[in-house]
């Protein structure tokens, strides 16, 4: 099947920026075989649940969590098979694993496959 693979977490200062990618990855059937109807990421926050900070759909739409409004920007590379988040005027608060996540049908069954998290710390 797809897998989903992040990168690009790390640690930034205070108003800092990083830029996260997501990439599916499988056999050329398995990538072909897996239709995708939004491509979600979220954060878990030490202590805290998991949470949707961003999603882009099939269309193009995009949508985001009130908190990271205005500082993150999601897209997407439907040719690569990648999203990306670009994460601006960090904060501490947004320290968390953050997680990529796609929602699809892979031979027409649901499948909502999940990456392993890449951790994002803010910090001076």
Do not use: H
């Not at 200062?13 to 995708?36: D, T, V």
């Not at 897209?75 to 997680?99: C, G, H, W």
């Amino acid at each position: 099947q797809v897998q989903l693979v992040e990168s690009g977490g790390g640690l930034v200062q205070p108003g800092g920026s990083l830029r996260l990618s997501c990439a599916a990855s499988g056999s050329i059937s398995s990538i072909n075989a897996f239709s995708i109807n939004a491509m979600n990421w979220y954060r878990q926050a030490p202590g805290k649940e998991r949470e949707l900070v961003a999603t882009v759909t099939r269309g193009g739409s995009t949508n985001y969590a009130d908190s990271v409004k205005g500082r993150f920007t999601i897209s997407r590379d439907i040719a690569k098979n990648m999203v990306f988040l670009q994460m601006n005027s960090l904060n501490p608060e947004d320290t968390a694993v953050y997680y990529c996540n796609a929602e699809g049908t892979y031979l027409r069954i649901p499948y909502n496959p999940w990456g392993q998290g890449t951790q994002v710390t803010v910090a001076s």
